[in-house]
């Protein structure tokens, strides 16, 4: 079974920072990879597929990039709308990335 | 624009089976992936499966002697069960498409459902 680890588990950063979180898989899984936002209360949003596809009405600030058994989502310019937890996915999920104001 | 409601019970006993529909209005075709995916109460994500492609189905392993995912194309509606629930089953239990990218149909979940509390409780 495929395990996806991200680090850190929280991040706390402020309005316009560069932030990047990791998810490492267990065993290569080429570029099949997303990556999600949830807020309290609400169903996860789908940002990213395929690594670095960012999907319809997602705003360029999000970056998703690697292959194999390293990826990151990198927000070039965090924004107050940005503070949620992020997941990664594949079939599975990571343990989620918590992004809170500093 | 497709819309996802998921439908069942609030709560259910130990060791009964948890029973859950989502209904959905808009594209409901075969070809895509429908699955259901879990959240207890404070905690992360967990995929449960899927079902796509007239019938294939994939479950977590963890998961999979407990559960069961269908669906009534007809109906527009795909179901899970999950067998000889505890307590450790409560969660929000939401339904999700599969994304169309490019007219390649993913597993990846891109339209979820609002999702539904189940308690596990006697």
């Known amino acids: 079974d495929i395990q996806l680890t991200q680090s850190p588990s929280t991040l706390s950063a402020s309005v316009g920072e560069r932030i990047t979180i990791t998810c490492r898989a267990s065993q290569s899984i080429d570029d099949w990879l997303a990556w999600f936002q949830q807020k309290p209360g609400r169903p996860p949003k789908l940002l990213i597929y395929?690594?670095?596809t960012l999907d319809s009405g997602v705003p360029s600030r999000f970056t998703g990039s690697g292959s194999g058994t390293e990826f990151t989502l990198t927000i070039s310019s965090l924004q107050p709308d940005d503070f949620a937890t992020y997941y990664c996915?594949?079939?599975?999920f990571g343990q989620g990335t918590r992004v809170e104001i500093k | 624009q497709v819309h996802l409601q998921e439908s069942g019970p609030g709560q259910v006993k130990p060791s009964e089976t948890l029973s859950l529909t989502c209904t959905v209005s808009g594209d409901s075709s075969g070809d895509y992936y429908w699955s259901w995916i879990r959240q207890s109460p404070g905690k992360g994500l967990e995929w449960i499966g899927y079902i796509c492609c007239g019938g294939t189905t994939n479950y977590n392993p963890s998961l999979r002697s407990r559960v069961t995912i269908s669906q009534d194309t007809s109906k527009k509606q795909f179901s899970l069960q999950l067998a000889s629930v505890s307590a450790a089953d409560t969660a929000v239990y939401y339904c999700?498409?599969?994304?169309?990218?490019?007219?390649?149909?993913?597993?990846?979940?891109?339209?979820w459902g609002q999702g539904t509390l189940v308690t596990v409780s006697s």
């Open positions: 395929k690594a670095s």
């Open positions: 999700a498409r599969g994304g169309r990218f490019g007219g390649v149909f993913m597993s990846t979940p891109a339209t």
């Open positions: 996915q594949h079939g599975t």
